[in-house]
C-alpha cells in the first residue's frame, strides 16, 4: 500500500525549488539527500532529492533535473508516496500506523459484526471511520482504550465497547 509522505507545492524561487506539504512524522528520514521518492501520478518520478531546508517553517527540496521554475511547476501536486512496507513497525504496543487499521472488521464485544475501518482521521483526537454498509451511515469512534479495547492486526479485527448510542 502507497503512503503519502508529502504534496509538492508551489515553486520556490527562480533555480527549481519546491515547497513540500509535509504528512510524515520523520522528514530529515523520508527527504534525506539522495533518496528517491516514488510519485503519484507514477509518470512524475522517481524524484531524487538532492538538497533540503526548512524556511519560514515550510520544507524546501531541490530535486535531481529540476532547475528552474517552470518544471518545478509541472511538479506542483505531485504527492510524495513510500510504500508501507518501508516503515518500521512500532515497539509500542499501543501504537498503529493508519494503514494498520484501514480494512479492519469491527466487532462489539459481545460478537456482532458492525462494520469495517474505512479511514482514521487525526482532529485534535484520532478517529476510527466505521463503514456500516447496508444503508448505514459511517459512524465515527473515538480511537482510545476505554471504546476501542482490543486491536487485533493478525486476525484482521477490532473490537468496541461503545457506549449507548453511538452505533
Given at each position: ?35 528517491a521518492l516514488a ?48 516503515i518500521e513497525p ?78
Amino acid at each position: 500500500m502507497q503512503l503519502v509522505v508529502g504534496r509538492i507545492g508551489r515553486p520556490h524561487g527562480v533555480r527549481g525549488e519546491v515547497t513540500v506539504e509535509v504528512r510524515t512524522d520523520d522528514p530529515g528520514l523520508r527527504f534525506a539527500v539522495g533518496n528517491a521518492l516514488a510519485t503519484d501520478p507514477p509518470g512524475r518520478g522517481p524524484l531524487v532529492v538532492e538538497g533540503g531546508r526548512w524556511h519560514k517553517g515550510v520544507l524546501l527540496l531541490s530535486l535531481a533535473g529540476v532547475t528552474d521554475r517552470g518544471q518545478a511547476e509541472e511538479l506542483r501536486g505531485t504527492m510524495l508516496v513510500i510504500d508501507s512496507s518501508e516503515i518500521e513497525p512500532s515497539d509500542d504496543p499501543d501504537e498503529f500506523h493508519d494503514h494498520q487499521l484501514i480494512g479492519l472488521t469491527v466487532e462489539t464485544v459481545g460478537g456482532e459484526t458492525v462494520g469495517e475501518v474505512g479511514d482514521v482521521l487525526h482532529h485534535g483526537q484520532d478517529l476510527l471511520v466505521v463503514r456500516r454498509g447496508g444503508g448505514h451511515d459511517d459512524v465515527l469512534v473515538p480511537f482510545v482504550k476505554a471504546l476501542v479495547p482490543v486491536v487485533d492486526l493478525e486476525g484482521g479485527k477490532l473490537v468496541v465497547d461503545p457506549p449507548e448510542g453511538l452505533l
